[in-house]
C-alpha cells in the first residue's frame, strides 16, 4: 500500500492504495465519484478523461499513485453552484450528446482544447477530439458546442 | 375522438430533458452502483475457438485472497436452463442447447468457463489466473460454405449438420422464367463483415438479493428490461414475480443490449447461491467476445431487367453466419431483411432464400438496422451495377423503377404494403442539395485528365420497416412475443404528469419527446410531465426499444393515453361545469362550456378534483388516468435518398468522403433536434461499416481485432460533416404520423459509401470492393483493374 | 482490465532509480508517462514485480542547447516537444512527428523518452529520431553511456538499454535549415502508423544536397531507407526524386496484420517517401 494525497473537485483525500490502483478506479470506487465512466481497456475511448494539473489525462492509464500530491478535476467538478460552464451549456443546447457516455470524457477534452486554443476552427475541433468516441452523434453535434462555447466569454 | 389542444410541443426543436444529469456526471450507470457486501464476479473464458473441456479445477482460486466463491460451469449447470432463442423461424430450425456458462464443450473464443466471486473486481481478475482448466481441441468451423459441406467439422456434433435453418420466400412471377424473357440479367455477390456494435457503456448487471422473500432486483445495461424479467424466469427457474429488472441509465445499445445474456443469468445464479450481492462489468476487450456481433454474411443476388431498365424480378441467396449460438433473435436477423431487398423498386418477381450456418464464433445478433442494411446494401449496390451495364445514370435507373408517389398505399412484391412516400420529392432535394450536375462534371475533367485522386459519386435509395411490430405478423414470422407496447399516464393531485413507458430508451431522448407528445394532448406545460421507464416495477409492461419502433409504436401508446385521460376528465369536467359532455370544448388544458367562455376548468383542476372525490359525477371511478397498449396495425416505411461524394488516392487507396447529403422521410417529427442527431449517428456507423471496421477472426477462430486499438471506430477527424433535411409524408398508420428513424442513417450510408468509391473506380474497371473498403483493398482493386486493361 | 500486482517506488534521483531498477533486475519496468506501459499492464501482456516511477525525479524534464546538440530531458512529454520553441526551431521533424502520436490527453502524459525506450517500431517517433541522427543518454550502475540511434533498437520492443539502465536524456544533432516533413499513413486518426515516412533534405543550388530517410512500422525496428537516401543525392527535380524513392522499401521486413500485407506497406513506402522527400524538399 502506498500513501497518497490527492485533491480531487476541490476536497483533499488522503488514501493508502495499492500502486496498481488505477485512478479511474480510484474516482469511482474508493471516492464514489463515478461521474467518470470506463469505456475500454487500451486508452483509446477517452470516456475517462480528467483533468491533472491542468491538462487532460486519460484516468485509466494514470495510476493512483502518480497522481499524489496532485489536483484532479473531474465532470462533476465543473459546474460551481448549479452554474453550468459554457461548454456543458452548449452540449446541451447543440443535442451533443445521446446516451451521454462518452460526455464527460468529451467536455474534459473540449476544455482541454479552449484552455490551449480558445477560437479553434472544425479542423482543429475534430482533432483536438480525436481521442474521445462517441458511438451515438457521429459528432457533427458534439464538434458544434465545442464551436459555440468557443464564442464566448469564458469558454470551458 | 377528443378536440386536439394543439400547443405545438410536437414539432418543437427542445432541448434534451435528459441533459442535465449526464453533463455533470450525476449519472446511474449500471456499474456506478454500489450496495453493501457487494461482490464482483470475474469470468474465465475459453481461449479458443472450439474445444472439449476435461478438467476445470476452481480450488486454487479460491486460495487467493479476498475470494469468496469460485464455479466452474458443472457447478452451476443444475438450476440454470439454456438461454433463449425467442425466433425459431422456421419449424425445423435446429435449436442448440446454449448454456450460459459451458459445462463440457467451449464453442468460441470468450464462452464462459468458469467464474469467480470476490470482494473486489483486482481480487476477481487476480483469482482467474489460478483455475486450471484443460481443453482438448476440436476443429474450428470458420468459412460459411465449407460449413455447410458433409465432411465439416461440426460446431454441435449433436446436431449433425451446421445448417441451422433455411427460410424460403418466392412472391410474383417464377424467376426463372422471368430470367428468361429478361433482356439483361447482372449477378454479384456481396459480403458483409462483421461488426461489433461498440456501444460506449460495457455491459454490466448487479443482483441484489433478498434472501428472506426469495426477491432479485437485477440492474443492467440492458435496452429489454420487461423482456429479460420474463427470460430470467424462465432460464434460472425464480419466479417472474419474485424478479424485478431495472435499466438504469443505459449508455448505448446498437442491437448489442436486445438480448438476453449469459452473464445476467449467472449474476442472478450467484447471488442466489451465496446470498450476496453481485456485480459484473466487462471490460472493452472481453466484450469484443462476450457482447454479441453484427451482420456476417454473404450475398448472392441476381437482378434481371430489360435494356430500358425495367426491372422484372431480383432472386437473393444468403449464408448467414449465426455464430456458435443462436441468442434472443439471431436467426431472425436476416428475415427482417427478407422484405427489404425490393426495396422501393416494382418489379414483377422476387426469390430469396436465407440459409443460416452456425460457426465457432461469437454469436451474432441484431446490430443498429438488423437485416435491413444488408438488404439495402445489396440491392442498392446492384442497382449501379446495372445501371452502368445499362449505360444509365445510377439515378435515373432507379427513378425509372421506383413507385411513384400518386401509387401509395402500393404493396410490394415482397407483401409489405408501404403506406406512404415521396421518392421523387426526396431524391429532386437531395440532388439539389448535393449539386450532382457539378461534380459529375469535376469527376469527367478528373477522369479525362488521369487524376490520381478520383473523384466518386454513390447514390443511396431505401425504405424499411419499422415500428416493430404488428402482433399477427410476428406470429407469422414466428417470433416468440407480441409487438405492442404500452403506456399508462398518471395524473397527479398537483396538476404533475407522470408518463409511464414500455419502451426503454438508452440514447434516444424518450423522456423529452414523451413530454411533448403528452404535453400536446393534455395541454399542460412539458416541464410538468415526467417520464417514467426501465424498471420493472415502476413501468411494469412494455416490449422496450429496438428496431426503430420507440416512436411509432410506444410514443403512439403515449398519445392514445393521454387521449383517454382527456375523455376521462371531459366526464367530470362536464359534471363540475353543468353542461353536456358535447358542450364543452377542450383546448390549452383547459375544458369549457360553448358559448360561455368563462365557464372552464383546467385539467389540473380536474386531476385535483379526482384527488377529493367530493364532487365526482356517480358511478365513476375517482381517476382519470389512463393507460394504453398499442398493437400496431401495420409497420412503418421511413425512406430516403443519400449522395456521397468520395475523393479516392489511386495511388495509396485511400479514400476520403467529401461530402454527404441525405434526405430522409421519416413522416412527421416529434422533435427534429433528435431526430437531426439520430441521422447523424446512423451515418456515422454506416460509413464505418463501409471503410473502417471488421471483427477478423484468424484461421483458428480467435478474434485478432481484439481490442478497440485493433478495431477502428472512427473518432471525430475521421468521418465528414453531414448535410440532413428531410421531406414528410406522414404515415396514415399511427395517430402522430411518425415512421421511426433511429437506423435510417446506418442503412443507407454504407452502400452510398461504396457505390461512391466503386464510382470512382469505374475508369479502371472497378466494379466492386469489399467491405470495410480499406486502403490495401481499393489499392488492390485499381491495380487489377489496370492489369486487366493492360 | 486490471493490472497485476506489483511493487512500486519513486525514486526522487537518477541515482536512486538506477539503484532500483539494479534490484529489481530483470522484474523491474520503468514507469515514466505510462501510456504505453498501463495499456500493456491493463492487458495483463506485461507483469513486473517492481515498477520504478521515474516521474518525480527532478531535472528530467525540459529541453535545452548543448553547442550543436538538442538535448530533451526523460521526462520531457510529447505536448512539450510540440510546444517546445528550441524543438520547433532546431528539430521541426520531431514536432511535426508528434503532434501526430495518439492524441492530446495521451501527450501530455506520454514521453519522448517513455516512446523510444518502448522501441515499437509503429511507434512514429523511434524512426524520426533515427532520421535525425540522434543519440540516447543512459545511467546504470556503471555510469553514463551514450547510445547511437542506430544501435538504439535492437529488436520489437526491445533496445539496448541494459535492465538497470534509465534512459536519461536524448541528444539530437540541430538540423538548421534542413527541411522536413512527416508523412504517416493510418486507417483512422488514433491507429497506429501502417507506414510513417520522417524525411530530412538539406538542399543546395536547387538540388537536393543530403536526404535521411527513417521509416515507421516497416521492420521489427525502425529504418532509414539508405538506397533512397544515396539516391536522392543530386537530385533536383520532382521526377529524380519519384526515381529515388522507387528504392525506400528495399532492406524493409513489413508484418502483416488485419490492416494490411507485406507487399502493400512496401508500395506505400514508396509513394509515402516520394511524397514526404517532395514536401520536405519544398518541391510538391
Known amino acids: 500500500m502506498t500513501h497518497i494525497s490527492v485533491k480531487v473537485d476541490g476536497t483533499t483525500y488522503e488514501d493508502d492504495v495499492e500502486p496498481r490502483l488505477l485512478l479511474v478506479h480510484y474516482l469511482r470506487d474508493r471516492l464514489g465519484l463515478t461521474g467518470t465512466p470506463i469505456g475500454c481497456d487500451t486508452s483509446n475511448c477517452g470516456a475517462c478523461t480528467v483533468e491533472l494539473d491542468g491538462v487532460s489525462v486519460k484516468s485509466c492509464s494514470v495510476l493512483a499513485v502518480q497522481a499524489d500530491g496532485s489536483e484532479v478535476t473531474t465532470v462533476e467538478g465543473l459546474a460551481h453552484d448549479g452554474e453550468l460552464t459554457a461548454l456543458q451549456r452548449a452540449f446541451h443546447d447543440k443535442h451533443a450528446l445521446q446516451c451521454g457516455y462518452c460526455t464527460p470524457g468529451m467536455l474534459m477534452a473540449a476544455r482541454d482544447l479552449l484552455r490551449e486554443h480558445p477560437h479553434p476552427t472544425t479542423d482543429e475541433i475534430r482533432h483536438a477530439l480525436e481521442g474521445n468516441l462517441c458511438r451515438c452523434t457521429g459528432y457533427q453535434n458534439i464538434v458544434r458546442a465545442v464551436q459555440a462555447a468557443s464564442e464566448e466569454e469564458v469558454p470551458a | 375522438m377528443t378536440d386536439q389542444a394543439v400547443q405545438g410541443e410536437v414539432g418543437r426543436a427542445r432541448p434534451r430533458k435528459e441533459d442535465a444529469r449526464l453533463i455533470t456526471g450525476q449519472t446511474n450507470w449500471t456499474d456506478n452502483i454500489s450496495v453493501n457486501g457487494l461482490l464482483h464476479m470475474a469470468i474465465l473464458r475459453s481461449p479458443m475457438a472450439h474445444a472439449r473441456i476435461t478438467r476445470v479445477d476452481v480450488s486454487p482460486a479460491l486460495e487467493r485472497p479476498g475470494v469468496v466463491a469460485a464455479f466452474s460451469g458443472a457447478d452451476l449447470a443444475e438450476g440454470l436452463n439454456s438461454l433463449p432463442c425467442a425466433w425459431p423461424v422456421t419449424e425445423d430450425i435446429v435449436l442448440p442447447d446454449h448454456p450460459p456458462i459451458a459445462v463440457d464443450e467451449v464453442r468460441h473464443a470468450g464462452d464462459p468457463v468458469a467464474l469467480v466471486v470476490a470482494r473486489d473486481r483486482y481480487a476477481a481478475t487476480d483469482a482467474l489466473e489460478a483455475i486450471e482448466v484443460d481443453y482438448d481441441p476440436l476443429p474450428p468451423v470458420l468459412d460459411l460454405e465449407a460449413a455447410l459441406a458433409d465432411d465439416s467439422p461440426l460446431v454441435h456434433s449433436d446436431k449433425g449438420t451446421n445448417r441451422c435453418y433455411v427460410w424460403p420466400l418466392k412472391t410474383g412471377e417464377d424467376f426463372d422464367s422471368v430470367r428468361q424473357r429478361a433482356e439483361v440479367t447482372v449477378k454479384r455477390r456481396y459480403v458483409h463483415q462483421r461488426l461489433i456494435p461498440n456501444a460506449m457503456e460495457p455491459r454490466a448487471v448487479v443482483v441484489t438479493p433478498l434472501a428472506a422473500s426469495g426477491e432479485y432486483t437485477l440492474y443492467s445495461a440492458t435496452q429489454i428490461p420487461h423482456i429479460l424479467r420474463v427470460m430470467m424466469a424462465v432460464v434460472t427457474g425464480i419466479p417472474e414475480h419474485k424478479i424485478r429488472v431495472i435499466a438504469p441509465d443505459v449508455g448505448g445499445g446498437f442491437g448489442s443490449k436486445l438480448q438476453v445474456y449469459g452473464e445476467e443469468a449467472l449474476a442472478l445464479a450467484v447471488a442466489r447461491r451465496i446470498g450476496r450481492p453481485v456485480k459484473w462489468t466487462e471490460s472493452r476487450s472481453e466484450g469484443y467476445l462476450a457482447t454479441h456481433h453484427g451482420r456476417g454474411m454473404i450475398q448472392d443476388i441476381e437482378i434481371a431487367a430489360n435494356r430500358d431498365g425495367k426491372l422484372l424480378g431480383l432472386k437473393v441467396d444468403l449464408l448467414t453466419d449465426m455464430g456458435a449460438y443462436l441468442m434472443l433473435v439471431t436467426p431472425g436477423i436476416p428475415i427482417l431483411g427478407a422484405f427489404m431487398y425490393p426495396a422501393i423498386y416494382k418489379m414483377d418477381s422476387y426469390d430469396f432464400t436465407c440459409t443460416g450456418v452456425f460457426t465457432t464464433r461469437t454469436p451474432t445478433d441484431a446490430y443498429r438496422g438488423a437485416g435491413r442494411p444488408e438488404a439495402t446494401y445489396a440491392i442498392e449496390r446492384i442497382m449501379d451495377e446495372l445501371a452502368h451495364e445499362l449505360g444509365l445514370d445510377p439515378v435515373e435507373l432507379r427513378r425509372r423503377n421506383w413507385i411513384g408517389h400518386e401509387e401509395f398505399p402500393y404493396t410490394s412484391i415482397a407483401g409489405l404494403t408501404y403506406d406512404t412516400g415521396n421518392y421523387e420529392a426526396a431524391t429532386e432535394k437531395a440532388l439539389a442539395l448535393f449539386d450532382y450536375d457539378k461534380l459529375r462534371a469535376e469527376q469527367a475533367d478528373r477522369n479525362s485528365r488521369g487524376d490520381t485522386v478520383r473523384l466518386g459519386i454513390g447514390v443511396s435509395t431505401y425504405t424499411e420497416m419499422c415500428g416493430l411490430a404488428p402482433s399477427r405478423v410476428l406470429r407469422d414470422l414466428r417470433y416468440a412475443a407480441g409487438g405492442w407496447e404500452a403506456a399508462s399516464i398518471r395524473m397527479l393531485p398537483t396538476g404533475k404528469v407522470e408518463v409511464i413507458t414500455g419502451t426503454s430508451p438508452h440514447g434516444q431522448g424518450h423522456v423529452t419527446s414523451w413530454s411533448q407528445i403528452a404535453a400536446d394532448v393534455l395541454g399542460v406545460p412539458f416541464e410538468d410531465v415526467e417520464v417514467v421507464h426501465g424498471d420493472t416495477k415502476a413501468a411494469p409492461q412494455g416490449m422496450d426499444t429496438y428496431g426503430s419502433r420507440s416512436l411509432v409504436v410506444g410514443g403512439s401508446a403515449v398519445h392514445h393515453a393521454a387521449v383517454k385521460v382527456v375523455d376521462k376528465a371531459r366526464k367530470i369536467a362536464a359534471h363540475l361545469l353543468e353542461a353536456s359532455e358535447q358542450d364543452l370544448e377542450f383546448s390549452g388544458g383547459v375544458f369549457s362550456v360553448k358559448g360561455s367562455p368563462d365557464a372552464r376548468k383546467t385539467i389540473q383542476e380536474i386531476a385535483f378534483e379526482t384527488f377529493t372525490s367530493h364532487d365526482l359525477p356517480d358511478g365513476l371511478e375517482p381517476s382519470i388516468n389512463a393507460e394504453h397498449l398499442l398493437d400496431p396495425e401495420n409497420f412503418s416505411y421511413p425512406h430516403g435518398t443519400h449522395l456521397c461524394a468520395v475523393e479516392v488516392d489511386t495511388e495509396t487507396g485511400q479514400t476520403r468522403i467529401r461530402s454527404y447529403v441525405c434526405v430522409d422521410d421519416v413522416g412527421k417529427v416529434v422533435n427534429p433536434t433528435i431526430v437531426e442527431g439520430q441521422v447523424h449517428g446512423g451515418l456515422a456507423q454506416g460509413i464505418a461499416q463501409a471503410l473502417y471496421e471488421e471483427a477478423v477472426y484468424d484461421d483458428e477462430g480467435n478474434l485478432v481485432s481484439g481490442t478497440m486499438a485493433d478495431y477502428l471506430v472512427p473518432s471525430a477527424p475521421d468521418l465528414p460533416e453531414f448535410t440532413t433535411e428531410r421531406t414528410e409524408t406522414p404515415s396514415t398508420t399511427n395517430p402522430l404520423g411518425v415512421k421511426g428513424v433511429g437506423e435510417a442513417g446506418t442503412i443507407a450510408s454504407t452502400p452510398a459509401v461504396v457505390n461512391a468509391i466503386v464510382d470512382a473506380l469505374r475508369p479502371f474497371g472497378v466494379d466492386d470492393v469489399r467491405m470495410p473498403c480499406t486502403p490495401e483493398r481499393v489499392w488492390r482493386a485499381v491495380r487489377s483493374g489496370m492489369e486487366a486493361s493492360a | ?284
Open chain 3, 1 to 284: 482490465m486490471i493490472p497485476p500486482a506489483f511493487d512500486y517506488v519513486r525514486p526522487t534521483s537518477v541515482d536512486e532509480a538506477v539503484r532500483a531498477l539494479a534490484e529489481g533486475g530483470e522484474e523491474a519496468k520503468v514507469l515514466a508517462g505510462g501510456q504505453s506501459l498501463l495499456p500493456l499492464l491493463r492487458l495483463r501482456l506485461a507483469f513486473p514485480e517492481l515498477v520504478v516511477d521515474v516521474g518525480r525525479i527532478p531535472g528530467l524534464r525540459g529541453v535545452r542547447e548543448d553547442g550543436d546538440m538538442l538535448v530533451i530531458g526523460a521526462m520531457t512529454t510529447h505536448h512539450d516537444v510540440v510546444h517546445d520553441p528550441l524543438v520547433r526551431r532546431h528539430a521541426g521533424l520531431l514536432a511535426a512527428a508528434t503532434a501526430t502520436v495518439a492524441d492530446p490527453a495521451v501527450r501530455h502524459r506520454g514521453t519522448l523518452a517513455g516512446s523510444l525506450a518502448h522501441a515499437d517500431p509503429a511507434g512514429d517517433l523511434p524512426a524520426v529520431v533515427l532520421a535525425l541522427d540522434g543519440e540516447m543518454v543512459a545511467q546504470g550502475p556503471r555510469g553514463r553511456r551514450t547510445i547511437a540511434a542506430r544501435d538504439f533498437f535492437v529488436d520489437y520492443l526491445q533496445s539496448s538499454l541494459e535492465p538497470d539502465e534509465l534512459l536519461v536524456e536524448v541528444r539530437l544533432p540541430k538540423a538548421d535549415g534542413w527541411g522536413f516533413h512527416y508523412e504517416k499513413f493510418h486507417r483512422v486518426s488514433q491507429s497506429w502508423a501502417m507506414v510513417g515516412v520522417a524525411a530530412l533534405v538539406r538542399r543546395a543550388d536547387g538540388h537536393i544536397a543530403e536526404a535521411r530517410i527513417g521509416l515507421t512500422n516497416m521492420s521489427s525496428v525502425p529504418l532509414r531507407a539508405t538506397a533512397t537516401e544515396q539516391a536522392l543525392t543530386g537530385a533536383g527535380d520532382a521526377e529524380a526524386v519519384a526515381r529515388a524513392a522507387e528504392s525506400a522499401a528495399e532492406g524493409t521486413h513489413a508484418s502483416q496484420d488485419a490492416s494490411a500485407t507485406p507487399e502493400y506497406r512496401e508500395h506505400l513506402t514508396r509513394v509515402l517517401t516520394r511524397r514526404a522527400v517532395l514536401a520536405a524538399a519544398g518541391m510538391g
